[in-house]
């Protein structure tokens, strides 16, 4: 009885342990394209800026 409680906890805390390792790499994903979108406004701003001052 015992025995099988512990391997339970063991299994369950590697699940969660395995979801909140999803959840961040999710969550990296994320900031990763909000950082490359960012990047992409602000590079065709400049383009845009750049044919104005020219």
């Known amino acids: 009885m015992y025995c099988g409680w ?3 906890n063991l299994e369950t805390t590697r699940i969660n342990v395995g ?5 961040r790499t999710q969550q990296l994903g994320r900031t990763i394209r909000l950082v490359r979108d960012v990047a992409l406004v ?7 800026v750049g044919r104005v001052v020219s």
């Open 6 to 8: 512990v391997s339970y």
């Open 19 to 23: 979801n909140s390792h999803l959840r």
């Open 42 to 48: 602000y590079e065709s701003i400049r383009r845009d």
